[in-house]
C-alpha cells in the first residue's frame, strides 16, 4: 500500500527565512509525485509534477526536488503570501488514484 | 478556461438524511475524482470516474456513492449521513494532473 509521510507538521518561518519541506513515499512503482498548495477553505492547488529521481523545477520562490524515497520543497526568501498546507502526494504506475500526505502547514511571519 | 466548479459549496444536514454533491470539471476533461478531507484523515480518495464508468474506488462503505453524466459532470451520494461524514468533499478533474475544485463543505448535526 502507498505510503506518503511529510514532515514537520507544521513551520513557522520569518519573511526571508529559507527552509525546506519533506514528502517520504513507498510506492511500488512511482507514476509521479505531485506537490499541492492549500489555502483554507479552498481546494488544493497544483504546484509541480515529479517523474523521476533528479528531476527538479522551479516557480517563483519555490523548487522541488526528487530522489527515489522522498521529494523536498524548498522554500527560497519566503514571503506572509506563502503561507499555506503544502501537501505531496503520489501516484503509482498501477493505479490512477493520488495518496496524500498529511501536508505540512506553513506559516510566514512579517 | 473555467476551473473545476462544485455545487453546493456549503451543506448542513442533520444524521440519517442524504445528500447529493456536484462537479463540473474542466472543460474537455472526462477524468472526475472525488476526495473526503478532514482534519484526521487528510485527504482521503473515495472514487474516479472516466467516461460515465467508476474506473477506481476507495476504502468507503456503500453509502458512499457516486455516477458520471455523459457531459462528464458527475454526482456524488452519501445516504444516511453520519456525524463522522463532516468534512470538505473535493472534486478534482484531469489526467495526469488533477485540479481541484473549491469543495462543497458538509456539516452533518
Known amino acids: 500500500e502507498d505510503q506518503v509521510t511529510q514532515s514537520p507538521e507544521a513551520l513557522r518561518l520569518q519573511e526571508g527565512e529559507s527552509s525546506s519541506l519533506n514528502c517520504s513515499y513507498t510506492?511500488?512503482?512511482?507514476?509521479?509525485l505531485f506537490w499541492y498548495r492549500q489555502d483554507p477553505g479552498k481546494g488544493p492547488e497544483f504546484l509541480f509534477t515529479?517523474?523521476?529521481a533528479g528531476e527538479e523545477k522551479e516557480k517563483e520562490r519555490l523548487k522541488a526536488t526528487l530522489t527515489k524515497k522522498e521529494s523536498f520543497l524548498h522554500i527560497t526568501a519566503p514571503k506572509p503570501e506563502d503561507s499555506a498546507t503544502y501537501l505531496c502526494a503520489v501516484r503509482e504506475t498501477s493505479g490512477s488514484r493520488l495518496t496524500f500526505g498529511e501536508g505540512t502547514q506553513l506559516t510566514v511571519n512579517p | 478556461k473555467a476551473g473545476v466548479t462544485q455545487t453546493p459549496r456549503y451543506l448542513i444536514k442533520t444524521r440519517g438524511q442524504q445528500v447529493t454533491l456536484s462537479c463540473s470539471p474542466i472543460s474537455g476533461h472526462r477524468s472526475v475524482s472525488w476526495y473526503q478531507q478532514t482534519p484526521g484523515q487528510g485527504l482521503q480518495f473515495l472514487f474516479e470516474y472516466f467516461s460515465e464508468t467508476q474506473r477506481n474506488k476507495g476504502n468507503f462503505p456503500g453509502r458512499f456513492s457516486g455516477r458520471q453524466f455523459s457531459n462528464s459532470r458527475s454526482e456524488m451520494n452519501v445516504s444516511t449521513l453520519e456525524l463522522g461524514d463532516s468534512a470538505l468533499y473535493l472534486c478534482?478533474?484531469?489526467?495526469?494532473?488533477?485540479?481541484f475544485g473549491p469543495g462543497t463543505r458538509l456539516t452533518v448535526l
Open positions: 515529479l517523474y523521476s
Open positions: 478534482a478533474s484531469g489526467g495526469v494532473v488533477r485540479y
Open positions: 510506492v511500488s512503482g512511482l507514476r509521479g
